[in-house]
């Protein structure tokens, strides 16, 4: 571990890396590039866009896009300006883009139209909230609509760009000299967490927050100008904004991005590795086990490669899985714990030996931690209570929501919610939640959040949402429903209720329909003997007396949470609901179940269709 670099501020680190690095240095590699030259002006034009419509200090920016090279020139310009970035989920729907707006009031709004057509959210916004549209198409972009709007010709009280798009409505603009470097104290980015109530939470992260936290990046991870990251974890989540494109930026490093994850393009994301010298891995556990699941032509895919930390995060990692995975790709994996309420990371285990201890989170560094009781006191080493917190990396509060600040904030130390134990030798190991928080692939599911939509259904009379452990995904969500008898209700109308209101990350793997939930004496759902009905279900074959074919489309509907109607043999990913990487799993692993058989990774790779599914199934029975 190397000694932590002083940083001076966030600002003063931004200004110094464009004065240190050539602007041609390439700093994204995706779907559409990005040089340290091309940010910079973007970031200049975009202080002349703040400085028009008046934006100043805690002016909240939302941006929500599936486009990385627009979010991540929109945050450090908003941030690097004083304002506060918020990025939303590039995958959400309309209505969780409404709660966003909601929650954020923003004075700035940058949104896919593929998400949200401005028509529609204009009626969403508070007053003096400007509104422009993302979207790459060349034919939308019209580049005159901004410099008539900068020469007064306003909308309302609203920037509606309608006729144009982000970047390409910035050419006629000219870029300003960035604002006064913001104190420490200024919030620099707000990211949301669905909270435990239909109310999200802001979590207020500091410049001086993130300053402590990259310092720490930099000393732990070895991350320098001629590193390499390859971090495909989603932008509007800490670690894939964090360990992603803020960290490279600040090294002069680059950050490579090649789109949003499916597991036919595992192997390809591997080989990138080798090809691009990747010095820097991010990934989550559900990646490494699908790496477990590929032939033997992979094990020598990270060995004599450029690639110096493989960094697994978002959820624990098993032990099992842990040192599987090592001891066939000869390639050391580090772990960590963090949350959002922490910038990112708290507590290393590894890359440094002195911090790696496999089935633990390793130790704390550059803050602390402790381990108390139910009053708050030090419980003795192996002993379990909650894991709380403090340091330079703690969030400033939650936005909006002093109580809720109040409640897990005191006296500087952050309440995780977490159950945990420290050794005699410093080493801390989570043994539990205190929170109902459900960790699915690496993604934080309040289950409170998706039982409140259930209940908003008409004809739902009573429902509770949980997590049953997977062997891939840690956990996945499950929601048991009562419903009226005549209400007409199926799981196929639950779930397309779900999607309507919820993004595909928060919609169940399984919803099972039951006559009525258990309850205790005092009336309190009891959850356990729920969870053992939901898993007799989830671990049973579907009841069909169908042939092959028949059986392989009601797996298929059932998986993908569609209609058994919605779907042939010429569906694919690409033309079906539901059908994603996570999905993918799920659907061989009950294929697996459902025929007794075992699927090889290379089927697996190639199953593009159910077509493609149906001959598996055939062929490996044949076997």
């Not at 909230?129 to 909308?155: A, E, F, M, Y």
């Not at 090649?258 to 010298?277: H, I, K, N, Y």
């Not at 989550?284 to 086990?289: A, F, G, N, R, Y």
Request: aromatic share 6%; with cysteine; charged share 20%.
């Amino acid at each position: 571990m190397n000694e932590r670099p002083l940083l001076e501020s966030l600002s003063a680190a931004i200004d110094n890396r464009f004065e240190a690095v050539d602007a041609e240095e390439p700093f994204l590699v995706g779907a559409v590039p990005l040089t340290y030259g091309t940010l910079k002006d973007r970031m200049g034009r975009l202080q002349t866009l703040f400085n028009h419509y008046g934006l100043g200090a805690g002016d909240r920016i939302v941006v929500v896009s599936s486009d990385d090279s627009s979010v991540i020139s929109l945050y450090f310009a908003t941030v690097r300006a004083g304002l506060v970035a918020v990025i939303g989920n590039g995958e959400t729907t309309a209505v969780e883009v409404a709660r966003l707006i909601a929650a954020a009031e923003p004075r700035m709004l940058f949104v896919d139209r593929a998400i949200m057509p401005i028509e529609a959210v204009v009626a969403l916004l508070p007053e003096n909230c400007h509104v422009i549209s993302i979207d790459g198409t060349p034919s939308l972009r019209k580049r005159s609509l901004v410099s008539k709007l900068l020469g007064g010709n306003r909308l309302d009280t609203r920037l509606i760009v309608d006729r144009g798009a982000f970047p390409a409505l910035l050419e006629d603009v000219e870029p300003s000299p960035l604002a006064p470097a913001p104190a420490d104290a200024t919030v620099a980015h707000m990211l949301f967490t669905s909270g435990t109530t239909s109310r999200p939470k802001g979590v207020e992260i500091t410049h001086g927050n993130i300053i402590a936290q990259l310092s720490t990046f930099l000393s732990v991870y070895g991350y320098e100008a001629n590193s390499r990251i390859l971090n495909i974890l989603p932008l509007h989540h800490t670690d894939g904004l964090m360990q992603g494109p803020v960290v490279a930026f600040i090294a002069g490093a680059t950050v490579y991005r090649p789109g949003q994850f499916r597991v036919a393009d595992l192997p390809e994301l591997m080989a990138t590795v080798r090809r691009e010298r990747i010095t820097h891995f991010i990934v989550v556990p559900t990646m490494l086990s699908l790496m477990m699941r590929l032939d033997e032509e992979y094990n020598d895919s990270f060995k004599g490669s450029d690639l110096r930390v493989l960094r697994s995060s978002a959820d624990l990692l098993d032990p099992t899985l842990w040192r599987s995975f090592e001891k066939r790709f000869g390639v050391e994996v580090t772990n960590s714990y963090g949350l959002t309420e922490t910038v990112c990371e708290a507590i290393y285990c590894g890359p440094a030996p002195v911090t790696k201890r496999i089935g633990t989170i390793g130790k704390p560094i550059d803050c602390k931690a402790r381990i108390v009781d139910d009053s708050g006191n030090d419980v003795p080493a192996g002993e379990v209570g909650e894991l709380w917190i403090s340091g330079t990396n703690i969030m400033k509060g939650y936005f909006r929501q002093p109580g809720e600040t109040a409640a897990l904030l005191t006296d500087g130390w952050y309440h995780t919610g977490d159950l945990a134990r420290v050794d005699a030798d410093g080493f801390f190991a989570i043994a539990g939640r205190k929170k109902t928080v459900i960790v699915t692939g690496g993604t934080n599911v309040h289950p409170e959040n998706i039982t409140t939509t259930i209940r908003e259904l008409e004809g739902v009379i009573d429902a509770v949402t949980f997590g049953l452990k997977d062997e891939v995904f840690g956990e996945i969500v499950v929601s048991c429903v009562v419903v009226a008898p005549d209400s007409g209700l199926d799981v196929n109308a639950i779930l397309s209720h779900f999607r309507i209101y919820l993004s595909a990350e928060k919609v169940p793997a399984a919803v099972y329909l039951l006559d009525d939930l258990p309850r205790g004496p005092a009336g309190k759902i009891l959850l356990d003997d729920v969870k053992v009905l939901a898993a007799e279900r989830a671990n049973g074959k579907i009841n069909s007396t169908g042939d092959i074919p028949e059986q392989v489309l009601e797996i298929a509907a059932r998986t993908f949470k569609v209609p058994r109607s919605t779907l042939t043999f010429q569906s694919t990913p690409d033309n079906t609901n539901g059908w994603d990487s996570l999905a993918h799993i799920s659907f061989i692993a009950a294929l697996e179940r459902q025929f007794s058989l075992c699927i090889t990774a290379s089927e697996i790779m190639n199953l593009r269709s159910l077509a493609d599914a149906e001959w598996i199934v055939r062929r490996t029975r044949r076997l």
